[in-house]
């Protein structure tokens, strides 16, 4: 039987220490490989937890794929198959590891999780992540509605395990939407719906995210913005908050990819994050090695341990916009879900570029001089329409890719 | 299917290009890059996004009536999914003649092989571009006669 351990309490202790908890995305096809990862993650001299992700077949649903690869040995997945694998066999890779100091987390992106979440239970894992918006807009065209049908079953899933010494923990990928370009108010507003969305349907202990953008002051003031709305909608809840290391296109240089890896575990110790999920120096050119892993979580931890805490403050422009967003989407209907689908449908919420079918498609945003992300058209959104629409006539698909690769840019000249 | 320079929305039945992802790709910049491109080259178009099914693809082209489709893939699957695409499309006597291309990042390993190319042009694809053929793409548009405003 795998031992109890529970996230939210493994994330309150680091805090208790002054540590950040630093983890990665790591997920192999073969259980020995995936258990080698796991080990080298906890002996990382870092406050580390870990990371089981699953394989494209797996979030798919395809389970039958995932066993003929399972048949070949599992070395041709790219991450590991937990419901097509046996139980007991996902049991003995984790015996011994997942424990109170060392909680493992299930990472998946799939819009219909059921399976998954049964399965994460079964091994005796009750951390997983993901989101009915978040999992579904940006990757394909399930339904919303859809996902939102099958994210509140999920949710209740994962919710029914709580027991003595259980506490199923519950992350929202809101904070990431598409990666890069979207406002952080937008990002921060989603999280939160999101993480109310968890909360109504039974999920006591969450973590909300934010994926790092392009200008560091920005990101501090939008983890800021999270945890004062957080305080503020989620009373009773267990809940932190991760920062993801930059999800856009990325530096190719290693000194580029560890300075703006560095730079996001400063902004998350800074504006009070407890967690950092981190990026290799591989991140530009392929899947990185366990020591690549390894390396990442160890300069992250450095980069934490060398950063103060900053006084709280007040969230600036990003809060203000954020609070605007969750109150008119929380205005639609007391049932998270449903206001959560009227406000897409209506563009009250709109990620821009983003070509799932119910997304409105209205706004638009850049990068000011000041390198913070801004809108250039805020569509039907419940914000102060901007000036001079004609930026949105500016965007071309030159620019675009210039836009696109501003971080990389920035970071992989500074060390030429 | 709104349209990313002047955020109108055409009538479906003007899309004059069908864009597309492939079935296993999630990737979505390249499709914005890609839509950009089409409508700066002056046609219309009607972007289906990430991770499309083949049999989607299929309903969609059948009640658009494209002049052109267009397959965006960089997640290394391309070449995998791209066949199961076009065999689907082909298989339709409606859409047997419409001219259907693939580009982007096709294989795991760089480049694909003459062979492998051949694979896609014998399965039905008019045209494979690679990831550094923005210029050859750009020209074989230029086939396509634009649309002249009325």
Known sequence: MTASAPFGARIASARAAGELVVQPRMGFGDPGLMRRGLEATRAARAATVGTLTLDSYTRVGDHASARRAIAEGGGGLNGYPIVARDRDDTRALLGGLHAPDFPVQVRHGSAAP???FRALIEVGLDATEGGPVSYCLPYGRVPLERSLENWRESTEILASCAGPGRVPHLESFGGCMLGQLC???MLVAVSLLEGLFFAAHGITSLSLSYAQQTSAEQDREAVRALRLLAGELLPGVDWHVVLYTYMG???RTAAGASALLARSARTAVAAGAERVIVKTEAEAHRIPTIE???RALENAARAARDTRPEPPG???????????LVEAVLELSDDVGTALLRAFRRGLLDIPYCLH?????RVRSHIDDTGRLRWSDTGSLPLPAVGAPSRRSSVTSANLLETLSYVER???SAVR | MRSLITGDIPAPERAEILLSGTSSDAHTWNLVFLQLLLEEAGHRVANLGPCVPAPLLVEEALELAPRLIVLGSVNGHGHQDGLQAVRALRARPELALVPVVIGGKLGVNGPLTADRVRELTDAGFDEVFGDADIGAFVSYLSRFELRVAS
């Open chain 1, 114 to 116: 059921q399976d998954i």
């Open chain 1, 183 to 185: 406002p952080p108010s």
């Open chain 1, 249 to 251: 296109v990325f530096p």
């Open chain 1, 292 to 294: 690549e892993n390894v």
């Open chain 1, 314 to 324: 007040d969230g600036g422009e990003t809060y203000r916009e954020a609070r605007v």
């Open chain 1, 357 to 361: 079918p119910d997304n409105a498609g």
């Open chain 1, 410 to 412: 920035r970071y992989d």
